[in-house]
């Protein structure tokens, strides 16, 4: 079983930064491609970005040039920079990883956009 936590979520105005944490306590961690998903209220869970256990990474469209995910395998921990945030960008957001037929889904954090 895969425990990590996720932090850094909060209020931020139109146009500011956030960085996300998701933190696992063993080393296991660096086999597994993570991702993080958000989930606004009404909407469907989608991606927002991920990263391999390589280091290869993708991005939802509507986040492209703005998030940027990382990784330090020594810290066990996976980041989701978030810049030029928008209102639109609202959500729950919530770690995932996988490998092979495993996956694990953290609790979430919330991420409110506004003025």
């Known amino acids: 079983q895969l425990q990590f936590v996720e932090s850094g979520g909060g209020l931020v105005q139109p146009g500011g930064s956030l960085k996300l944490s998701c933190s696992a306590s063993?080393?296991?961690?660096?086999?597994?491609?993570i991702g993080w998903y958000r989930q606004a209220p009404g909407n469907q869970r989608e991606l927002v970005a991920k990263?391999?256990?390589?280091?290869?990474?993708n991005y939802a469209d509507s986040v492209k040039d703005r998030f940027t995910i990382s990784r330090d395998n020594a810290q066990n921990t996976v980041y989701l920079q978030m810049n030029s945030l928008k209102p639109e960008d609202t959500a729950v957001y919530y770690c995932?990883?996988?490998?092979?037929?495993?996956?694990?889904w953290g609790q979430g954090t919330q991420v409110t956009v506004s003025s």
């Open positions: 995932h990883a996988e490998y092979g037929p495993l996956e694990y």
């Open positions: 063993t080393n296991a961690f660096s086999v597994y491609s």
């Open positions: 990263i391999t256990n390589v280091g290869s990474t």
